[in-house]
């Protein structure tokens, strides 16, 4: 099991100077799933890089977005949240549920997504299928962090493995 600690805490390095940088040798996103249980919701941060982003929602037919800069598309959350609608998804205690799209936000070079699942006081097991970018880019990882009070666990998808599941037990 320390090993696997090790693992993860290493491929986090590895992901946070990843997507922290403009030319990036890495193919890989971020997706931070919290509980609020104040809110009795998930809320969901994808962090993608902006170039690579772009590709995907090229390749499902969005051109000409210009995210980020001043003249970007106006119906590019719309496009964003459709794709994301596409190539993650949510298992809650083997009950599907949808989210909500909440905002975006670019951060050198990346992009910060914001989704959230509302009706969430409490959850044992979460599965997850993310597929995010595995269509054009062929290395793509996929990181899922999953916060449960202070117990975060972890999976690593990616084009050959789209789907994995957590268990919490408390």
């Not at 409490?122 to 117990?151: H, P, R, W, Y």
Request: charged letters at 25%.
């Amino acid at each position: 099991m320390k090993i696997i600690k090790k693992y993860l805490l290493l491929l986090l390095l590895v992901a946070g100077t990843a997507l922290s940088g403009a030319a990036h040798p890495y193919y890989i996103s971020l997706c931070q799933v919290k509980l609020n249980s104040e809110t009795a919701s998930l809320e969901i941060q994808v962090k993608t890089f902006a170039d690579d982003l772009l590709l995907g929602l090229q390749k499902a037919g969005h051109d000409h977005l210009y995210l980020g800069e001043e003249r970007e598309n106006p119906e590019t959350n719309q496009y964003i949240f459709d794709y994301l609608k596409k190539v993650l998804n949510f298992r809650i205690n083997d009950k599907e549920l949808n989210y909500e799209f909440v905002g975006k936000e670019m951060e050198n070079g990346t992009v910060w997504t914001y989704l959230e699942i509302s009706g969430v006081k409490d959850f044992t097991t979460i599965e997850v299928k993310c597929s995010l970018l595995t269509e054009v880019l062929e290395t793509q990882a996929n990181m899922i962090q999953v916060q449960k009070g202070e117990t975060i666990k972890n999976l690593l998808l990616n084009k050959r493995t789209t789907n994995g599941a957590l268990a919490f037990n408390d």
